[in-house]
């Protein structure tokens, strides 16, 4: 079992930066791929960026390719998302995710098993 925290998430005008933190507890949650999803109001979750197990492989949906950054602390167990050059499109939940083995789960939310409980980004213009 994967335990995931988020936190970071606030209100940000165009422009600013914001800096996602995933916390992972559990045994075997470094062996973990994971991955940033986002939901805005009355729009389906989409995957933002995606990083394997030991951070060889990163994945980036295309809205975001070039301003955002997924790196990974493995000592801590921790993910994190940078947001720079935030846009209002960029406004929602945000959610961290873990696979259930080491398979690349890529920006594919199906699969991915387990998930925090989110943080909320917003950008005014």
């Known amino acids: 079992q994967v335990q995931l925290v988020e936190s970071g998430g606030g209100s940000v005008q165009a422009g600013g930066s914001l800096r996602l933190s995933c916390a992972a507890s559990?045994?075997?949650?470094?062996?973990?791929?994971m991955g940033w999803f986002r939901q805005a109001p009355g729009k389906e979750r989409e995957g933002v960026a995606a990083i394997s197990p030991r951070g060889g492989v990163i994945s980036y949906a295309g809205s975001v390719k070039g301003r955002f950054t997924i790196s990974r602390d493995i000592a801590k167990n921790t993910v994190y998302l940078q947001m720079n050059s935030l846009k209002p499109e960029d406004t929602a939940m945000y959610y961290c995710?873990?696979?259930?083995?080491?398979?690349?789960?890529?920006?594919?939310?199906?699969?991915?098993?387990?998930w925090g409980q989110g943080t909320q980004v917003t950008v005014s213009s």
């Open positions: 559990g045994s075997t949650a470094s062996s973990k791929c």
């Open positions: 995710a873990a696979t259930s083995g080491s398979v690349y789960g890529d920006l594919n939310a199906v699969m991915y098993a387990y």
